[in-house]
């Protein structure tokens, strides 16, 4: 079975730092991974997708990367902002299913 | 729609009722998916349809849990006589297509069971 485990679970920086969140996974035959943020109450929002066949993403400050063959994900959040607090998860796809890992607490302080 | 819903956004039960949660995802999405987030823990896949069908049905933690999509947009997840463990927030995403699409949540539903 998948295993999906990210790395740290929660992290605090000031405002403006530059941070790197670390997603891991046990099976490398995925369809794709994708990085999603949840604020508190709230759904999830889908921030950047990566095919399998894809290395990198890019969004604004956000740039996801993947290497299937050693089973890793990173997100780099680029000169962070307070409105950047929130549960970032990283999720894969294979074999029509989907996992999700526990995810990264980020609180960005002013 | 703008957005995927879902009703309702909240649902308290007695242990041992039934209940239905619904999902209306985007207009044109094929497929759909359901998840579940317990109190502190990570979301957990339940089942995913492409149009009316669910190719793999071993994510339901249970028998008691059934999952249907009609017409190729609403979904419906029925919980048969519920128990406390069933205690969570149910979420529903849809997307263009399978695998290689973004999927879009919902804000999902609440359920406690007393």
């Not at chain 1, 920086?13 to 109450?41: K, M």
């Amino acid at each position: 079975k998948q295993e999906v485990t990210q790395i740290p679970a929660a992290l605090s920086v000031p405002e403006g730092e530059n941070l790197v969140l670390n997603c891991s996974f046990t099976d490398s035959a995925i369809y794709n991974l994708q990085w999603f943020r949840q604020d508190p109450g709230k759904g999830l929002t889908s921030l950047l997708l990566i095919q399998s066949s894809q290395r990198e993403q890019t969004s604004g400050r956000l740039n996801a990367s993947l290497d299937k063959s050693s089973g890793r994900s990173t997100l780099y959040i680029a000169a962070s902002q307070p409105g950047d607090s929130a549960t970032y998860l990283c999720a894969v796809s294979n074999f029509n299913k989907f996992y999700f890992g526990s995810g990264t607490k980020l609180n960005v302080k002013p | 729609g703008a957005g995927v819903s879902q009703s309702p956004s909240n649902k308290v039960t007695e242990k041992g009722k039934d209940v239905e949660l619904r999902c209306d995802p985007i207009s044109g999405h094929t497929a759909l998916y359901w998840y579940r987030q317990s109190l502190g823990q990570g979301l957990e896949f339940l089942i995913y349809f492409q149009g009316n069908s669910a190719p793999d049905k071993s994510g339901l933690p249970s028998d008691r849990f059934s999952a249907e999509r009609t017409g190729g947009s609403v979904s419906t997840l029925t919980i048969q006589r519920t128990q406390q463990e069933d205690s969570a927030v149910y979420l529903c995403a849809s997307s263009l297509g399978p695998y290689t699409d973004t999927q879009y949540f919902g804000p999902g539903t609440r359920l406690t069971v007393l």
